[in-house]
């Protein structure tokens, strides 16, 4: 098994599209440097004289205010308090920060590259017609397909840690080395959350792999599903842009109808359990990790059934 899976990463590495990946997750997180410092400008060293002065204009706002603006001027002024009463810069940069705010939102070309590489897995050797070659080596038809599993799963935590590695690197050059456990407020379905930005983006970090396994599953299946490179990786890109809305709709659904909970898309964001508890009435995290595990196992099992089933004339 061992050899299978070098000989998968040495034919994954040969391609230039494997190295092009990662640099591009290189460039972008270089190019989230850049436009983080622009936008960033100098730091404001007066800040609590600063926010005290916005809350007291906000404050005569909102004495003169409807109703209905009076409500938005009040949740704005109690924001700014909390920054006040925690003594929380809301405008404080390092490379935590930067990690927290930017690197962790490339994450999505990290799945994105993943399911790419995922999806032209199988069907690029069907495409290129070296499937025969591939099966008639003296190993089991699941071992092979387990080689290429494994392989995938490898590349893309290597896709990940390049992002991780990088956009420490980047962060330091730009903002320099900030507190692991500075207090940062983020916003959560019910309201402004105190977390430490250190903690906070590893914390993230942890809940998006389960994520990316299961999108990256799905991706393979596909793969071994569709004969057409092209189609494979379509539907594998389609199926990632599209989990993002299906979730938002059965979130709103599950309000309603029970089934929507056991439906995959409300669990692949596992991120809101960084700042909450529950993502609807009695969902948690060990719930939706069961709904994940489940739903991989049937993903798995079609994937190996199939494979091993499948007509590999060409």
Known sequence: MISLIRNELMKMFQKKSSWIYLIIILIAVIAGGIISNAVA???????????????????????????????YIQEQIQQKQQYLDKDVN???????????EVV??????????????????????????TIKQLLIRPHQRWAILLSKYISILIYALVLLLTMIVSGYLVGLIAFGNGDFSAKIFEMAMDGQKEAAVGPQFFLKMAYYLPSLLIITAIAFML?????SQALAVGIGIFVLFVSSTLGG???FLAEKYEWAKFVIFPHLDLTVYALQDKILGDVTLPFSLMILTIYYAIFMILTFVFFQKRDISI
């Open 90 to 100: 809301p405008d404080a940069q390092s490379n935590w920060h930067f990690m927290n």
């Open 249 to 251: 709709l059965m979130v």
């Open 223 to 227: 793969s071994t599903l569709f004969k």
């Open 104 to 129: 962790y939102g490339v994450t999505i070309l990290v799945t994105l590259l993943s399911v790419i590489v995922a999806s032209a897995s199988v069907s690029s050797e069907f495409a290129d017609g």
């Open 41 to 71: 400008g100098e730091p404001d060293e007066d800040w609590k004289a600063t926010m005290k002065a916005e809350v007291e204009e906000l404050q005569k706002s909102a004495d003169e205010a409807s109703e209905g603006e009076k409500q």
